[in-house]
């Protein structure tokens, strides 16, 4: 079983419409969950970071931790086609190293 | 701009030969990490310095792969004999650390990658 689990979809929507993306984790040790955003041919960027559980909401994206079932989600309210990028989630291990879910591919529709 | 960078963004190579990239953090980062990225998958944790010090190595850098970071500040990762599976997206990231008591973690800045094709 890997560390991180992620749905690596293609998922496409509408524009506009609520996203929501989600990883599974397995190990109960890590605290701080991150999610970055990679566009094609280029470096993962940072979009949030959480520490245990609960909401954090940034602009048109919320990240939600729930250590209990071992869940992690991002959601993207009114969704834009700039949003069109894969998403991945980690979690911190060790001295900063970063563990990755094998990212989900999204595509936001005009 | 001062974000990360790495040199070359591709790199062309045939089976056996060595190659070797670069890596410039954010000039005030004292940690730098290396991260491979095969298309479909996330990135892989390779390896990481704290300045000039190489603090963990993952199973996956075998003994054809090398790293340093002499001073501190730039670092390069070398593969000898390079096989057609060591084909993939290598990535390097480098963040500054925080104190423990901050209630805050590291934020790791990856660089736009190099992209690595064995023939």
């Known amino acids: 079983q890997k560390e991180v689990e992620q749905d690596p979809g293609p998922l496409s929507v509408p524009e506009g419409a609520i996203v929501s993306l989600n990883c599974t984790y397995s190990?109960?040790?890590?605290?701080?969950f991150m999610w970055y955003r990679q566009y094609s041919r280029k470096g993962p960027e940072l979009l949030m970071y959480t520490y245990s559980s609960g909401n954090k909401e940034d602009g048109r994206f919320t990240a939600q931790v729930d250590k209990s079932s071992k869940y992690i989600s991002l959601f993207i309210r009114d969704s834009q086609p700039s949003d069109s990028a894969t998403y991945l989630c980690a979690k911190i291990q060790g001295a900063q190293k970063l563990v990755f879910g094998q990212g989900t591919r999204l595509t936001i529709n005009p | 701009d001062t974000g990360v960078s790495q040199d070359p963004r591709h790199k062309i190579t045939k089976r056996g030969q060595n190659v070797t990239f670069r890596c410039d953090p954010i000039?005030?980062?004292?940690?730098l990490y290396w991260y491979r990225q095969t298309l479909g998958q996330g990135p892989e944790f390779l390896t990481y310095f704290q300045n000039e010090a190489q603090l963990e190595k993952s199973r996956l850098l075998s003994d054809r792969f090398s790293a340093e970071r002499p001073k501190g500040s730039f670092s390069t990762l070398e593969i000898q004999r390079t096989e057609q599976g060591d084909s993939a997206m290598y990535l390097c990231?480098?963040?500054?650390?925080?104190?423990?008591?901050?209630?805050?973690?590291?934020?790791?800045?990856f660089g736009p990658g190099t992209r690595l094709t064995v023939l």
């Open positions: 000039s005030e980062h004292n940690r």
């Open positions: 190990n109960s040790a890590f605290q701080y």
């Open positions: 990231a480098s963040s500054s650390t925080v104190p423990a008591h901050s209630g805050s973690t590291d934020t790791q800045y």
